[in-house]
């Protein structure tokens, strides 16, 4: 349309398509693409995609090929669209064909051989192989060859017996997985790998190798798998029938095989054309029952397995295991020797497992017939390594661990260097060496017994899978290993076992022992260590008192605590337990106390004695010792007896000499007192000497009274401390003992517990030592202070209610009680107002009047009116307070006076109930009426008159008439003085002389202060 024909009329405009049909849009037309089907199952064709097809209904495609139904010159038919592995007009054959090696399948004419026409082939392929050939066309002469190298795919042409054509793609393809190929020959070669992982680096081309007269689709034969073998009469095999160099034959399976567009399927298969070939793809899984042990890795080879196996492992399934040499075996010297049968160039690789405990020893030795070369020992469990022209060399890393190690020893031009594993250990420069046939290695020693010591000494511990290079070196190989190699052995004996221990049990303390290989483990009992259980962790014991600390001594403990001395009969009496054999130069302690003379320590054996105390307020050691005839004393430079905790030292000056002079160091002061004499030490208490700590002073009376530590002689502790349940007998040999059997308080503080203030409330702390004790002030109680005491915790108050305070307390008594504890009954009769002979009745809050005769009111001041009495020959009864008797309606009723109520006017009416009195008024109860008794400040029948504010209303007005009233004699006092002066100015006489003298003065006067002398005239 338009005017130049310019604009294509869309024909799909008016959706034409139906049943979700897609309209492309044609010049002039319009073309309908019917769906594959839709979510009934209907599918639709026609030219607008209105017909449904009935193709499949009746038609079902084999082995899940998909049917597709079409209409067709009014008729409905289908077609298949068959998976992979199948082809037919139902995908009733089988397209996929397993190769089982060594075989073929020959596929022969029916290739196109038209002039300059394409030659294509096309299948998928499933293999482990590395190495096999997939697909030969042609002659011995000009041929295309498909292989796999290595898992990759190369494609190899030759025309007229010359290479032409070399392809190559760089992906492998040996994985077991299905993998697409296609090799198409026309101007250009093409070799395809369509795989999803592919991308453009799967297409490889190249010029084609063919001239433009030649018929490059004339192969006559196509091979696929492989080549037929044929054998020459005398039994050799030859490589194949047409002598061309290839991979070996094909293992695993193709599918999908399309020749110059011929479909190959299992119909292709016979005995003349093909071997080795069935139809399907049998392949086993070999590698899922784990056959391979000891960690080997398995290889599934399609038709079979293959174990590649870790060393020292060998064997189908790794599970052999190369013997190894056991050198030293109950101490023994010896070695293997291995003579080479054949030269080895300048890189060789030569390794061993290495298995020991010593940390010193000839591991290998390369030698010719003129010197050794190399040489690999043992340093410190360290390799060490040595060539004749380089330094020693020693690694870092320990090899005497009991684990077997690989070692290899690499060497390449002009370097040796040293592996553990993939470790690289090091290296050291040499000149390259050549292994020589006849050379020998010797392995944990040489003949020569000298040169082994020089070299390490011989070698204890096992050797296993020695190899040079890729050939094992077996130390005790069998008929069935055809070993090149018959070693030398001395003292080598098979298998790795370790050599029994020395002791049945070597661990101690109840340990368990556990065999290892060249040693032993021993699984030691709690607060046990050490390799054969032999230390004992005693403080984790927790044997010691709670309020006493472990303290580690040599093979055992002491229990170290602060022992509390009363002044009492508390002397604790030590000896030696005989077994000490140290020499005992020194002693320590600390202690505090308030004392003034008191002994601390004193032991005595005739004629050597040791006394530690305090005199004079300072502390005091005297000691004779020894073959000294004098008496040495020291005394502190400062008092002692202060209350604070103090450390003392006593040592002599020269322990090793058998006399010397003594030191005392109190709290690390400086200088020292040193005594001016020497004696000797404190071995005498060694002895059976009798030591006393805390005992009485001189006079007998009291003993220390204080906190002393556990005293230190020498390092062996004179422990306060009795056995706890479970330990009997300290471990450790030197003790003193404690023999006295009184037990001895500890816990004592260092420092004076009264140093931070703990009583409260103004009490007074007293130290004790090993506390503190609050004496506290009245009205307080508690270890503090801290408690209030409840006075009124006993109920002192009988009638009334207490009120804690301080130190006392306070009863609000109930009413009609009175006193401190409210014990005393308030009597209201004694001074009360009850007349004309009543009787006075106490009551809680007052008292009563019981009146007599006549009388009535509170206080039965008034006379009672008269009664009348009332009564008929029914009832009979008395109107009081000169109550009417009166007959109502048939019945008697009395009527009261005024101020009188009840049925028989027997009550008086209580007028001041209401509260009628204003201003604090206090009522009075009168005969129908009542009188208020007013404050002083009110008047008024009902004390309503405020007498307060009237007298300020008659203060304001005679204050107000005062007032006027000086105002007004203010006012006549001015008119007579304006009169005055008038009547001056014309009467009178004039002075000049006076009114000079008298006028400038009164007018100064108003300017300043007349002079003072004039102030007083």
């Known amino acids: 349309t338009g005017i130049h024909c310019e604009g294509d009329i869309d024909e799909c405009s008016s959706n034409p398509c139906q049943n979700g049909g897609t309209c492309e849009n044609l010049p002039g037309s319009y073309t309908c693409h019917c769906p594959f089907g839709n979510y009934s199952g209907m599918f639709f064709g026609g030219e607008d995609c209105s017909d449904i097809l009935l193709g499949c209904t009746h038609h079902q495609c084999l082995n899940n090929g998909i049917c597709i139904p079409h209409l067709q010159n009014g008729r409905h ?20 064909l397993s190769f089982e090696g060594n075989g073929f399948l020959r596929v ?107 018929h490059i689709c004339a192969f006559q034969n196509s091979f696929l798998g492989g080549l037929p073998i044929e054998e020459t009469g005398n039994g050799d095999v030859l490589v194949n029938t047409y002598h061309v160099l290839s991979a070996p034959s094909f293992v695993g399976c193709l599918q999908d095989i399309k020749i110059d567009l011929n479909h190959i399927t299992s119909e292709n298969i016979s005995s003349s054309s093909s071997l080795n070939v069935k139809a399907g793809c049998v392949r086993k899984d070999w590698c899922e029952s784990q056959p391979c042990q000891n960690r080997g890795r398995c290889t599934n080879l399609w038709l079979g397995y293959q174990c590649d196996c870790p060393r020292p492992y060998t064997g189908l399934n790794c599970l052999r295991e190369y013997v190894s040499g056991r050198f030293g075996q109950a101490n023994s010297t010896g070695y293997a020797a291995f003579k080479l049968v054949k030269s080895y160039r300048e890189n060789f690789t030569l390794s061993m497992f290495v298995r020991t405990r010593r940390p010193s020893g000839l591991l290998l030795a390369m030698e010719n017939s003129t010197y050794q070369y190399i040489r690999v020992w043992l340093e410190h469990g360290r390799p060490a390594m040595l060539t004749p022209s380089s330094p020693k060399i020693v690694v870092r890393f320990v090899l005497n661990d009991g684990n077997a190690h690989l070692i290899s020893l690499k060497i390449k031009p002009n370097k040796i260097e040293l592996y553990q594993s993939s470790q690289h250990l090091g290296y050291i420069s040499s000149p390259t060496w050549n292994i020589q046939k006849g050379d020998v290695i010797y392995i944990s020693g040489l003949p020569d017994k000298q040169k082994t010591e020089a070299n390490g000494g011989f070698f204890k511990g096992c050797i296993q899978d020695l190899r040079l290079n890729n050939q094992n070196l077996e130390f005790f190989p069998n008929s069935t290993n055809h070993a090149t190699h018959n070693p ?106 308030r004392d003034a003379n008191v002994t601390i320590l004193h032991a005595g054996k005739k004629p050597e004695f040791l006394n530690v105390g305090i005199q004079d307020s300072r502390l005091l050691f005297q000691l004779q010792s020894g073959n000294s005839f004098y008496m040495l004393s020291l005394t502190s430079l400062q008092p002692v007896n202060d209350g604070t905790w103090h450390q003392v030292t006593l040592s002599m000056t020269d322990p090793l000499a058998q ?33 006393y700590v805390g005992n009485r002073t001189l006079d007998k009376m009291n003993g220390l009274q204080g906190c002393l530590s556990t005293i230190e002689i020498g390092g062996i502790y004179l ?128 008292y009563s009047c019981l009146c007599l005769g006549n009388f009535t009111g509170k206080f039965c001041r008034r006379t009672r009116l008269p009664s009348t009495d009332c009564g008929n020959e029914k009832m009979n009864f008395t109107c009081y307070h000169g109550g009417n008797c009166t007959e109502i309606q048939g019945d008697l009723k009395c009527m009261c006076w005024p101020g009188f109520t009840g049925e028989w006017c027997e009550k008086d009416i209580d007028e001041c109930a209401s509260d009628p009195c204003f201003h604090g008024g206090r009522c009075q109860d009168l005969v129908n009426k009542f009188q208020c008794l007013c404050d002083v400040a009110f008047a008024g029948e009902r004390c309503e008159v405020d007498l307060a504010d009237g007298l300020i209303s008659d203060i304001f007005t005679a204050v107000g008439s005062v007032t006027l009233a000086l105002l007004l004699i203010l006012f006549l006092v001015v008119v007579a003085s304006v009169v005055a002066s008038k009547k001056r100015a014309t009467q009178g006489t004039y002075s000049p002389s006076r009114q000079e003298k008298e006028g400038s003065r009164v007018e100064m006067w108003s300017m300043m202060a007349p002079p003072a002398m004039e102030r007083l005239i």
């Open 77 to 96: 038919g289908f077609s298949c669209l068959c998976p992979s592995g199948y082809t037919g007009s139902l995908c009733e054959i089988g397209a996929t």
């Open 719 to 846: 422990s306060y401390s009795e056995n706890v349940h479970g330990f009997t007998n300290k471990p450790q040999e030197e003790q003193f003992l404690k023999i006295s059997t009184n037990s001895v308080v500890t816990g004592c503080l260092e420092l004076n517990a009264c140093n931070s203030n703990p009583c409260l409330h103004g009490g007074n702390c007293e130290d004790i030592y090993s506390s503190y004790h609050c004496t506290c002030p009245l009205g307080w109680s508690g270890t503090h202070c801290e408690l209030s005491i409840d006075e009124c915790f006993s109920n002192p108050c009988i009638h009334g209610n207490c009120s804690d305070r301080v130190a006392a307390y306070h009863c609000t008594c109930e009413p009609g009680y009175t006193g401190v504890n409210c014990e005393v009954e308030i009597d209201n009769c004694q001074s009360h107002q009850c007349a004309n002979g009543a009787t006075c009745i106490n009551e809680t809050n007052g």
């Open 488 to 593: 030398i052995l001395v003292n080598v004996t098979r298998g790795c076992p370790g050599d029994t221990p020395a002791s049945s049990n070597p661990c101690h303390n109840g340990g368990v022992c556990y065999s290892m290989w060249e040693d032993f483990s021993c699984s030691c009992p709690p607060n046990t260590t050490g390799k054969a259980c032999e230390d004992v962790q005693w403080c984790e014991l927790s044997p010691c008192p709670p309020k006493a600390q472990c303290q580690v001594v040599p093979q055992g403990y002491e229990c170290i605590a602060n022992a509390v001395f009363n002044g009492q009969s508390s002397e604790i009496l030590f000896r030696s337990n005989g077994n000490i054999t140290r020499e005992l130069t020194n002693m320590t302690f600390g202690f505090r106390t």
């Open 108 to 214: 022969t004419g029916g290739s196109v051989t038209t002039k300059g026409s394409v030659c294509n082939t096309a299948f998928r392929f499933q293999t482990v192989q590395l190495r096999v050939l997939l697909l030969f066309r042609g002659d011995r002469d000009t041929f295309v060859k498909l292989e796999l190298l290595n898992g990759h795919l190369h494609l190899a042409i030759q025309v007229n017996n010359q290479s032409k054509v070399r392809l190559y793609i760089s992906h492998n393809t040996s994985d077991g997985e299905w993998h697409s190929v296609e090799v198409t020959l026309a101007d250009v070669v093409t070799l395809t790998l369509l795989d999803n992982s592919c991308a453009k680096e799967c297409i490889a081309k190249a010029p084609s190798p063919f001239e433009r007269d030649q």
């Open 659 to 691: 006399s010397s002079k003594w030191q005392m160091q109190v709290d690390k002061q400086t200088p020292f007192v040193t005594s001016a004499v020497a004696t000797g030490n404190l071995n005498f208490l060694k002895a059976d000497t009798d030591i």
